[in-house]
């Protein structure tokens, strides 16, 4: 089975300070994909961004952008020029890209973000 | 961008009473939806996959018999909390994932229910 691992329960940042948060997956699948979802206070779930496996290239959207590192099992989000509204909990999350695969979303247990004026 | 509601976003009953949840998507059809319970401060839980026309599939420990779930169309999944009891009270969101094109998008959650039981 699918496992996700968030390992900085949470962190803290200046204002317009970078910020990088840590998840690790384990997986013997070939094809998949991995998310980060914020969640701010509203306990809305939000899409912050979107990897696929097979892509070397790193994701990136506008201040957000990812370090992944596929023979190390690793996904981290890096927040560039830190904002009071990107205060929340980061959950990172993997989902199957197998054809017939389960689509559920395994999820870390979260990395609650706080953004320090 | 695609949408899913979710109704109500804040329910509070009586010890006993059901209450049933409603997660539609708007402007896609959803061959699979997904139902979460989540606890404060902590991460999501599955609790079940339903797959429109066919039976739910519960994780692990998640009783059917007290979650019932429905998914009768393509653009409807219900979620119902039968007899209710104050253990249940807790934050439950839906997500939704598409098909065809759709599949290869994320899922898209709903704003979630806050429920709680007296």
């Known amino acids: 089975a699918q496992t996700v691992t968030q390992s900085q329960p949470e962190m803290s940042v200046q204002e317009a300070e970078t910020v990088t948060l840590s998840c690790t997956y384990d997986?013997?699948?070939?094809?998949?994909?991995l998310f980060w979802y914020k969640q701010p206070p509203s306990r809305q779930m939000i899409l912050v961004i979107r990897?696929?496996?097979?892509?070397?290239q790193n994701a990136t959207e506008n201040r957000f952008s990812v370090n992944f590192q596929k023979a190390a099992k690793s996904f981290s989000l890096k927040i560039s020029d830190s904002q009071l509204g990107d205060a929340a909990m980061y959950f990172c999350a993997y989902r199957s890209g197998n054809q017939g695969g389960s689509e559920k979303l395994v999820f870390g247990k979260g990395t609650k973000l706080t953004v320090n004026p | 961008g695609a949408v899913v509601s979710q109704h109500p976003s804040w329910v509070i009953c009586k010890s006993g009473t059901s209450v049933k949840i409603e997660c539609r998507s708007l402007?896609?059809?959803?061959?699979?939806m997904f139902w979460y319970r989540q606890f404060p401060k902590q991460s999501l839980m599955l609790m079940a996959t339903s797959n429109e026309g066919s039976k739910a599939t519960y994780e692990q420990g998640v009783e059917k018999d007290k979650f019932l779930i429905n998914h009768a169309s393509l653009t409807l999944s219900t979620l119902t909390v039968t007899s209710a009891h104050p253990e249940d009270s807790s934050f439950y969101i839906c997500?939704?994932?598409?098909?065809?094109?759709?599949?290869?998008?994320?899922?898209?959650f709903g704003d979630g229910t806050r429920l709680s039981i007296l």
């Open positions: 990897q696929e496996a097979y892509k070397q």
């Open positions: 997500s939704a994932s598409g098909q065809g094109a759709w599949r290869s998008q994320p899922q898209h």
């Open positions: 402007d896609f059809q959803a061959t699979t």
């Open positions: 997986t013997s699948e070939s094809d998949y994909y």
